[in-house]
T-cell receptor, first 116, second 115 residues
Framework: AQKVTQAQTEISVVEKEDVTLDCVYE???????LFWYKQPPSGELVFLIR??????QNEISGRYSWNFQKSTSSFNFTITASQVVDSAVYFC?????????????FGKGTKLTVNP | NAGVTQTPKFQVLKTGQSMTLQCAQD?????MSWYRQDPGMGLRLIHY???????DQGEVPNGYNVSRSTTEDFPLRLLSAAPSQTSVYFC??????????????FGPGTRLTVL
C-alpha cells in the first residue's frame, strides 16, 4: 500500500525565516511520482511541483526548493525567506504505477503560518 | 481555457436528500477524479475515470455514484446524503499515459454540509 506521512501538523514562523516541510513516503512501485500542492486560505489547490522516481536532482524555483532522497524515502520542501503570502496548508502526494499512475495518495498536510 | 470547473460552490442538504455535484474540464483530459477533504485527513479519492465510459472506485466510494458519458464532464451523485458526507469535494483532471502527463489539476471545490 502507498502512504504519505507529513509529521508536522502545524508550523509557525516569523517572516524571512527559512522553513522546511517534511514528507516521507512508502511505496512498492519502482516508478512513481511525488507532488507538492499548496492550499491557501481561499481553499483552492495549487500545483507546485512533480518529481518522478528516476530524477533525484534537487530543484529550486525562486524561494522554493525541494530535496528528494530515495534512500530515506523523503521529499522535503523548503521555503527560503518566508513571506506572509506563504501561509497555507501544504500537501505532499504520491502516485504510483500499480492500479493506475493517476491515483494520488495525499499526506494529511502541514499548516504553515508566517507571521509578520 | 477555464480549466476545471465545479458547481455549486456551496450546498446545504438535509439527511436523505440526493444531489449531484458537477465537474467539467475543457482541457481534453482523459483522467478525472473526485476527492473529499476532511479536517486533518488530507484528500481521499472517491471515484475516478480514465476515459469516457470508464469509471472505478477509489478509497472511499460508499454513498457516491459517478458516470462519465463525455470526456468533459464527470458528475458525482450523492444518493441519500448523510452527515458523514459533510466535506469539501474536489474534482481533478489530468492527461494520462506517458511520462510527464500525470499532473492533476484541481477545481475550486464544493463545500457540502449535510444536516
Amino acid at each position: 500500500a502507498q502512504k504519505v506521512t507529513q509529521a508536522q501538523t502545524e508550523i509557525s514562523v516569523v517572516e524571512k525565516e527559512d522553513v522546511t516541510l517534511d514528507c516521507v513516503y512508502e511505496t512498492r512501485d519502482t516508478t512513481y511520482y511525488l507532488f507538492w500542492y499548496k492550499q491557501p486560505p481561499s481553499g483552492e489547490l495549487v500545483f507546485l511541483i512533480r518529481r518522478n522516481s528516476f530524477d533525484e536532482q534537487n530543484e529550486i524555483s525562486g524561494r522554493y526548493s525541494w530535496n528528494f532522497q530515495k534512500s530515506t524515502s523523503s521529499f522535503n520542501f523548503t521555503i527560503t525567506a518566508s513571506q506572509v503570502v506563504d501561509s497555507a496548508v501544504y500537501f505532499c502526494a504520491l502516485s504510483g504505477t500499480q492500479g493506475g499512475s493517476e491515483k494520488l495518495v495525499f499526506g494529511k498536510g502541514t499548516k504553515l503560518t508566517v507571521n509578520p | 481555457n477555464a480549466g476545471v470547473t465545479q458547481t455549486p460552490k456551496f450546498q446545504v442538504l438535509k439527511t436523505g436528500q440526493s444531489m449531484t455535484l458537477q465537474c467539467a474540464q475543457d482541457m481534453n483530459h482523459e483522467y478525472m477524479s473526485w476527492y473529499r477533504q476532511d479536517p486533518g485527513m488530507g484528500l481521499r479519492l472517491i471515484h475516478y475515470s480514465v476515459g469516457a465510459g470508464i469509471t472505478d472506485q477509489g478509497e472511499v466510494p460508499n454513498g457516491y455514484n459517478v458516470s462519465r458519458s463525455t470526456t468533459e464532464d464527470f458528475p458525482l451523485r450523492l444518493l441519500s446524503a448523510a452527515p458523514s458526507q459533510t466535506s469539501v469535494y474536489f474534482c481533478a483532471s489530468s492527461l494520462t499515459r506517458g511520462q510527464g502527463k500525470t499532473t492533476q489539476y484541481f477545481g475550486p471545490g464544493t463545500r457540502l454540509t449535510v444536516l
